[in-house]
């Protein structure tokens, strides 16, 4: 079905693997569209209760193929009409997605990292805002994610000089979620990514989409956002199971219904 990515179903974790390993996963238009169409899919798939972004070879995305775009390009319908529509798409869906950065994840690569929910890094991991190096500006959501993770001015620092940072550094900055061995990679991965999709899937579609709305709104406006989303909570399958395995004091299994 794809050319550019591959993807796999296993155990409810939808992971969804960009592969141009020679190229370091780096994006062209059809890559793009075809993350889009799969994150569009897994919106709609009931099977997937989490999804893992990752890269296939050494790096995780390398950002923009270059060798793709031919000089004065108009870099701002490219962005508009391949890039946002990616995000846009990462962005409405409600379900936990987590980037499983393996490698280097650069320009546009550590944009898409920044916007999913989670970001387990290998000890080979690192990140670089690599845009400012080409004369350009970061894109792709990372000026709107970076900040709210690691502050207006350390986001600003990393955007305008530019300097990679490894695993370690992105953990202290709180970029990173979890930083695993290389040894232990993909058991640390995937037990990770299992056990988010056992988790109730629906109110973790309402805590992001709260969370997400509350910069935005007032204290009072978000008040009655978090009754109005505890109400739909309070009405889910996996609401009753997790009273009644409190009650029987024995461990929930939840169907993310």
């Known amino acids: 079905m794809y050319k550019t990515i591959l993807s796999d179903v296993h155990h409810h974790v939808l992971t969804i693997t960009l592969n141009r390993p020679a190229q370091l996963n780096a994006f062209t238009e059809q890559m793009l569209a075809e993350l889009t169409e799969a994150l569009k899919s897994a919106a709609k798939n009931d099977e997937v209760r989490a999804i893992v972004i990752t890269g296939a070879g050494r790096a995780f995305c390398s950002g923009q193929d270059l ?42 690569g550590f944009s898409l990292a920044l916007a999913c929910d989670f970001r387990i890094v290998s000890e080979k991991a690192s ?3 690599a845009f400012i190096h080409v004369g350009l500006v970061p894109d792709t959501g990372l000026l709107y994610h970076l900040p709210r993770i690691v502050g207006h001015a350390k986001a600003l620092e990393l955007a305008i000089l530019g300097e990679k940072l490894s695993a370690v550094k992105a953990l202290e900055l709180g970029i990173a979620t979890k930083l695993f061995t290389e040894a232990n990679w ?34 009072y406006e978000m008040l009655e956002k978090e009754a109005y989303a505890q109400r739909i909570a309070g009405r889910t399958e ?3 199971e997790g009273i009644a395995a409190f009650l029987e004091k024995r461990k929930a299994c939840f169907q993310g219904k």
């Open 67 to 108: 060798d793709s775009v031919h000089i004065g390009a108009d870099y701002g319908s490219i962005v508009r009409n391949q890039y946002n529509p990616m995000i846009q798409q990462l962005s409405n869906l409600e379900k936990p997605v987590i980037a499983a950065v393996n490698g280097v994840a650069a320009g546009a």
């Open 186 to 219: 993909e058991e640390e991965a995937a037990r990770f990514a299992e056990n988010i999709a056992k988790m109730p899937t629906k109110a973790i579609g309402l805590i992001k989409r709260y969370t997400v709305q509350s910069w935005e709104e007032s204290l």
């Open 127 to 129: 990140f670089l805002a």
């Open 238 to 240: 996996d609401h009753r």
